[in-house]
């Protein structure tokens, strides 16, 4: 018997035997309870489940005699790295071995599936992690093996290795001993230096899926004879995150939580996960537009001492489920909630999370999200919009005589040119109607906005002649664009570090007296230096200088919205001094700009106070 005969000492014969004696008790149950995850380990190839490319592999290699001297193995937790390890040295140590499949009662493999093999070497890379350890890791190599059997090493979490202790080692895996293989387990391979991961043969283990996991536990319930609802074993395989030991560790507290068999709501409760109870009472809530409803169930949950995160979480599943059946069934309906609302709420809970961790006040995030979804307005769909839009607004582009057209109280919104492509070329012969602009802006934008009449330009380029005319064809985009360009040249001249600011900006709109630049988040310092009046004022007064025309300069940053650039046009002849009609779209604002621009789709969403998906 292997132990009895290791090194001649008097002190470990003893031990050894003591060890044996015990562990022999232990494996026949007499002394300890062994945990699921212990008990239920993979003792054979056959037995690993999810992980079938490594096993072929580890096979093919036993079966030609061919076994690598090193291995990684990494991979998420729980997933049978270790016991791959173990049975890796049970194949080369069998009696009957070096094979592919190990007899499992023979002396070898029985003490390898105790533990207690002098001929498998565990190490926690964690806590043994400095030279040291490595040093006298590698002079116990030295010794070689017994009785011409393999020694395996088994290096657990060894990205936790410091540089030297991987550079001490770096030798001893470059020319190990006959006879000894090494097997690195980690579930961060990437912190494993270059060096070390180009001696050994790295084999990547799969997480679970879902799926799988749920077979196994089913299994598992079947032949220990524990009563199970499938819902409860979904649960539990859900909750796993792909881990079989995790599985294995939550289906025995569940057991133990409720000793009659797995029920659903039995494993909801002992894994603390929400009811769908929950999460339909406040969906209904949403639905009616209820919030105070909504905040109130949602304090319930936060009364129960329900992890904020698992709720998030949690209403994520269940909206996704809502979601499958949309998808599965288009005649599928849930409460009053389309498609597009289902996704837009799950949108919101996604941003949740993501804010939650970086918030001091999660709760507040997740309350706030409540209410985000209860003043959600219900998706409509672009053709009932246009329908709607249509049945709704004037006629969209008439002559200077025809009448302003006016729906309801809500005039300003109502004004909806819809410029079909065919009238936008003889647009120049016609005139949107002017929005009325709130009294206060309006004051505020003719104090800052000079018509360019008024200012009898001493030069007019033929870039500004051409932006007189507010004529909205692809042929001014041209000119407007040439013209910018050629004004930032201009600009870098005079001011050379302005110049280069603005030229990270991209101009989004371009009308006869003003132009709107707007910056990414990127560039924020840029925008906030240039939209300082005093240096804004030196820009404009440059506009004017090289184009002859008094130019308002709009410098915003992306997420800001502009007041002006959302004003509808107004017609040259309405003798309105504010505003101004856009002539020039930039190719390089982005596809979503030029979307929101489209008059048709600017004014359907003003006219229903949407928002653009
Ligand atoms: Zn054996």
């Not at 096993?55 to 061919?66: G, I, P």
């Not at 647009?427 to 003719?446: F, G, K, L, M, Q």
Request: charged share 25%; glycine share 6%; hydrophobic share 35%.
């Amino acid at each position: 018997m292997a132990p009895f005969l290791y090194p001649p000492s008097i002190f470990i014969v003893f031990f050894s035997s003591l060890y044996y004696f015990i562990s022999h008790i232990t494996e026949r149950g007499v002394m300890s309870y062994k945990v699921y995850a212990r008990r239920f380990r993979p003792v054979g190839f056959e037995e690993v489940i999810g992980q079938e490319h490594v096993v072929e592999t580890l096979k093919r290699a036993l079966q030609k005699q061919s076994v690598a001297h090193a291995y990684v193995f990494c991979g998420t937790r729980g997933v049978g790295k270790t016991s791959m390890a173990r049975i890796l040295a049970k194949a080369l140590n069998c009696d009957s071995g070096p094979t592919d499949t190990p007899c499992g009662v023979c002396p070898s493999c029985t003490a390898i599936a105790a533990g207690n093999s002098f001929d498998v070497v565990e190490v926690d890379g964690a806590s043994n992690n400095g030279v040291e350890q490595i040093r006298d890791l590698r002079d116990s190599v030295a010794y070689g093996t017994y009785e011409g059997k393999y020694k395996v090493y088994v290096i657990d979490e060894v990205h936790m290795l410091s540089r030297g202790a991987f550079n001490a080692f770096l030798k001893t895996l470059e020319e190990p001993p006959e006879r000894v293989v090494f097997v690195l387990a980690t579930t961060e391979p990437h912190k494993i230096p270059d060096t070390i991961l180009s001696r050994c043969q790295r084999f990547d283990f799969k997480a679970l899926s879902t799926k799988a996991l749920q077979t196994h536990l089913e299994d598992l319930c079947t032949q220990e004879d524990i009563p199970f609802e499938r819902d409860a074993i979904s649960l539990i395989a859900k909750k796993a995150q792909g881990s079989v030991r995790d599985s294995l560790s939550l289906l025995e507290q569940c057991y133990a939580f409720s000793a009659k068999g797995l029920t659903r709501d039995s494993v909801a409760c002992a894994l603390g996960v929400i009811a769908d109870d929950v999460y339909g009472a406040i969906l209904s809530a949403v639905s009616k537009r209820s919030a105070e409803t909504a905040l109130e169930e949602l304090q319930a949950v936060l009364d129960a001492g329900y992890n904020l995160k698992e709720f998030v979480l949690g209403f994520m599943e269940y909206l996704r489920r809502i979601l499958c059946n949309y998808v599965q069934d288009t005649t599928f309906s849930y409460l009053s909630f389309r498609q597009g609302d289902i996704l837009r709420c799950i949108e919101l809970l996604r941003q949740c999370e993501f804010d939650m961790q970086r918030s001091s006040l999660p709760d507040f995030q997740v309350e706030l999200t409540v209410i985000k979804m209860c003043s959600l307005d219900t998706l409509i769909t672009l053709e009932d919009l246009l329908q709607q839009g249509q049945d709704h607004t004037a006629p969209t582009v008439h002559h200077k005589e025809e009448s302003i057209p006016s729906v309801g109280s809500k005039a300003e919104k109502d004004v909806s040119p819809q410029v079909k492509k065919e009238e936008r070329a003889v647009a120049s012969e016609t005139t949107y109607t002017p929005a009325p602009i709130p009294p206060d802006e309006a004051r505020e934008v003719a104090e800052e906005r000079v018509p360019c009449e008024a200012e009898e330009p001493a030069e007019t380029t033929e870039a500004s002649h051409a932006m007189e005319h507010g004529v909205y064809t692809p042929d001014n985009h041209e000119k407007a664009q040439v013209f910018w360009r050629e004004f930032l040249q201009f600009a870098s001249n005079k001011k050379p570090v302005m110049g280069a600011w603005l030229e990270l900006g991209r101009v989004i709109a371009f009308t006869e007296n003003s132009i709107d630049v707007r910056f990414s988040p990127m560039h924020s310092f840029q925008q906030m230096e240039l939209a300082n009046p005093k240096n804004r004022a030196v820009l404009e007064e440059l506009l004017r200088e090289y184009s002859g025309s008094a130019l308002t300069l709009h410098i915003t940053t992306e997420a800001e919205v502009p007041q002006d650039s959302s004003a509808p046009p107004v017609s040259e002849e309405s003798g309105d001094s504010t505003g101004g009609e856009p002539v020039y779209t930039g190719h390089e604002a982005s596809l979503q700009d030029e979307v929101a621009r489209e008059p048709i789709i600017k004014d359907v969403l003003e006219l229903f106070d949407g928002e653009l998906l």
